[in-house]
């Protein structure tokens, strides 16, 4: 046992504990495991996976003697000397630390990110397997306990404080908790709120997560190896915006631009468990709560709605239609307006208790 749970009673959880049963059923008929390898060089979707690469597409060309492509050709070798020497020492550089090498040669970190991505899908492999680490953003909190690499021994016990997210995700061992459930929180403002709340040990217990908005590549990866050692069910808070929509669909399908390491980071088990768009009408959020949507945000809402994984979310669509229709969004802290504890007392474990989620 890691420990004790201090939460609600055995039969708070009946409802989550019959979910996870499905989803391991789904683990054990295949419906979750990630096909075999093979080459894989432009997008797709698949449902057990989410965007992932594939062979049969046009390639892009850097030649070493054409005007167009030497300064990018000079840079890919430049990267990859240095990428050499790290493997060759054993030791670890952040793609922040390439950067500042020649800052003045490579022009913005942005240049770096893209050489980086290049080479890892040109060989297959991980950025962690070239040796380059990303630096993380991510803080999580709740029943878990761990050992880093290095040794020490990190204990993730819900206070008025959250843990780091590591940067060497692939080296952590030992992972323990007796966790009913991962949320992932979509905000840090509302993760600090909810730890504020002390939510981890009332609905103890459970994992909490946050990215800080997009979600950095360790928190992704820490996501996914959380699913992979317990296979308990993952939800995600994220305010009922387009942007918080994308978010999500990050951690369950993955990007386009990271697609091709698609099976070391998506979990396409995740589940929507709030903030709902049917959720406003339903709690009569008042409309001077609610923001009306952006060009830009209706924008980003019909270009979600167009994307292959949406017809098998066909809840997911109804709720963005919600949101199309009514030409409105709204923030998790909408929900303030019936009490300042509201998320955390009320919202959250009812949506765990019955079953809210999609």
């Known amino acids: 046992m890691a420990f004790a ?6 039969s708070f959880f009946e409802v989550l504990d019959r979910h996870r049963e499905s989803l391991l059923a789904a683990l054990r008929r295949g419906g979750q495991e990630p096909p075999s390898g093979g080459s894989r060089v432009a997008s797709r979707f698949e449902d057990s996976v989410g965007l992932q690469m594939v062979s049969h597409c046009t390639t892009r060309k850097i030649k070493s003697d054409s005007p167009k492509s030497v300064k990018k050709f000079a840079l890919i070798l430049k990267i990859l000397s240095m990428i050499y020497k790290l493997v060759q020492s054993n030791t670890y550089a952040t793609k ?6 020649d800052s ?3 022009g913005n970190q ?3 990110d893209n050489i980086i991505n290049d080479i890892s899908c040109m060989l297959k492999v991980s950025r962690r397997s070239l040796h380059i680490l990303s630096t993380s953003k991510g803080l999580i909190a709740g029943n878990l ?4 690499e290095d040794g020490t021994k990190v204990n993730c016990t819900c206070g008025a404080t959250a843990v780091a997210v590591p940067s060497n995700i692939q080296g952590i061992r030992n992972l323990v908790t007796d966790a009913k459930f991962v949320l992932i929180v979509e ?3 509302t993760f600090q709120r909810l730890l504020d709340d002390n939510f981890c040990n009332k609905l103890s217990p459970c994992i909490m997560i946050t990215g800080k908005g997009v979600p950095d590549l360790n928190t992704r990866l820490l996501v996914k190896k959380l699913w992979d050692t317990f296979h308990v069910p993952v939800f995600t808070l994220v305010d009922a915006d387009p942007h918080g929509i994308e978010i999500m669909c990050i951690y369950k399908y993955g990007s386009m631009s990271m697609s091709f ?3 070391h980071l998506t979990v396409p088990a995740i589940r929507w468990l709030g903030l709902l768009p049917s959720d406003l009408k339903r709690l ?3 409309k001077d709560s609610l923001i009306p949507l952006t060009n830009r945000d209706q924008m980003k809402l019909d270009s979600i709605l167009r994307r292959p994984y949406v017809t098998s979310q066909p809840f997911w669509r109804k709720e963005m239609e919600i949101m199309a229709d009514s030409k409105m969004k709204a923030e998790i802290q909408a929900l303030t307006f019936l009490s300042s504890d509201y998320l955390s007392r009320v919202y959250l474990p009812n949506k765990l208790k019955f079953g809210g989620w999609i």
């Open 5 to 10: 749970p201090m939460g609600p009673e055995a």
């Open 96 to 101: 922040r630390d390439i950067y500042y090498t």
């Open 104 to 106: 003045q040669l490579f």
């Open 110 to 112: 942005t240049v770096v």
């Open 145 to 148: 306990r761990y050992i880093e």
């Open 187 to 189: 905000k840090d403002a």
């Open 261 to 263: 390491e698609a099976h």
């Open 284 to 286: 009569n959020v008042p």
